[in-house]
């Protein structure tokens, strides 16, 4: 953005909130003439008491108008209708009521000890019914704030989890295509073709993971989270299915146990594994050694790195799926590059802290 950019920008804004004040200044006055002339009709025509009305009238509206400003740096601090409903319900009551009595108590306070003659005492005796109408029509202004506010992290939220279920769904469209793409299936089709000659029981086996590969992934079908140990159990099927297509030039380590609780988003790790074979040389002088480690807080996918030259890697996959894991843990996928190695760091997430469950 450029400084002329972020000028007008500047400008504009400013002039959209001095443009908001003036339109609240005169629906201020109009109340303040309503109000006058119900409870004086006579005093309308006193322009002494209608100017102290109308001072009186933007004094007061203009203060209550302002508490938007201070509404909106809470919500943007401390304010949270999905995820702490109960906790910003008490803020911005807490805080509504301590600046609406600061308000409306101060402007009468001014108005009644400092430019008029009839004292602030003496207000509260004859006229404190005034300032209950103010403290309703304030709570009024400040419902409209609230009811907005929620209304628009509603939709947000609605939209967030449907654009996180269309991304979930291309990242499992994608890893099916790029499954069932015919090099894959020539590949599994050459293996099991040298299976059925060398071995027929391995070449059995074969047919089989294959099968329950492809139906693993099928029945991940609607769901938004998959436990760790669901995932991996995938990801076993797949590298068996690799590891007999390269034999010794490929080698895995795979972790021993895992977290029952701890979730992912479906075929997010295996499209980590995915990318080893995709964009890497796999041969007897360049091979491939593969690492799945996980902790209580994230999955290592760490890769012997051999990058092919040509190789159409658009980085569109991991995008997606960083911003769907930002959105579920808060947190970003990692990616530490060197000569020798490859590895992503990729946020394990707990049912209880990811904003939707599978």
Request: proline fraction near 2%; include cysteine; charge should be positive.
């Amino acid at each position: 953005m450029s400084i002329y950019t972020e000028i007008k920008n500047k400008r504009h804004r400013s002039k959209s909130i001095g443009l908001a004040f003036i339109r609240f200044g005169m629906i201020s006055m109009s109340i303040g003439i309503v109000f006058l002339f119900l409870s004086c009709p006579a005093c309308i025509l006193d322009p002494k008491i209608v100017i102290s009305n109308i001072g009186y009238s933007l004094t007061m509206g203009l203060g209550l108008f302002s508490f938007g400003f201070i509404f909106g740096w809470l919500e943007r601090q401390y304010v949270s209708w999905i995820n702490k409903p109960i906790k910003s319900v008490l803020i911005v009551i807490t805080s509504s009521s301590f600046y609406g009595s600061f308000v409306i108590v101060g402007t009468n306070w001014l108005w009644y000890s400092v430019f008029d003659t009839v004292g602030f005492s003496t207000f509260l005796k004859q006229s404190s019914h005034i300032m209950w109408i103010e403290f309703g029509i304030f709570y009024f202004i400040a419902l409209w704030f609230y009811a907005r506010s929620f209304f628009i992290e509603w939709r947000k939220e609605v939209e967030n989890k449907e654009l996180l279920k269309r991304e979930a769904l291309m990242l499992q469209y994608q890893s099916l295509k790029t499954q069932v793409n015919p090099h894959f299936l020539f590949n599994s089709l050459n293996a099991l073709t040298t299976l059925i000659e060398m071995d027929v029981k391995a070449a059995k086996t074969f047919t089989n993971e294959l099968s329950c590969f492809y139906r693993d992934i099928l029945q991940l079908e609607n769901k938004e989270l998959i436990s760790i140990e669901e995932e991996l159990s995938i990801v076993k099927r797949y590298i068996y299915l690799q590891k007999i297509r390269f034999g010794n030039n490929f080698t895995y380590e795979l972790p021993t146990t895992t977290q029952h609780d701890q979730m992912v988003i479906p075929l997010s790790v295996q499209m980590l594994v995915e990318n080893v074979f995709k964009h890497n040389v796999i041969s007897s002088s360049k091979r491939i050694n593969l690492s799945i480690e996980q902790n209580h807080h994230e999955v290592l996918v760490t890769n012997t790195f051999h990058p092919k030259k040509d190789s159409s890697n658009s980085g569109i996959g991991l995008k997606n799926l960083d911003e769907r894991t930002r959105y579920l843990t808060g947190k970003a996928i990692s990616i530490i590059k060197t000569q020798e190695l490859f590895t992503v760091h990729l946020p394990l997430i707990t049912i209880e802290h990811a904003h939707i469950n599978s």
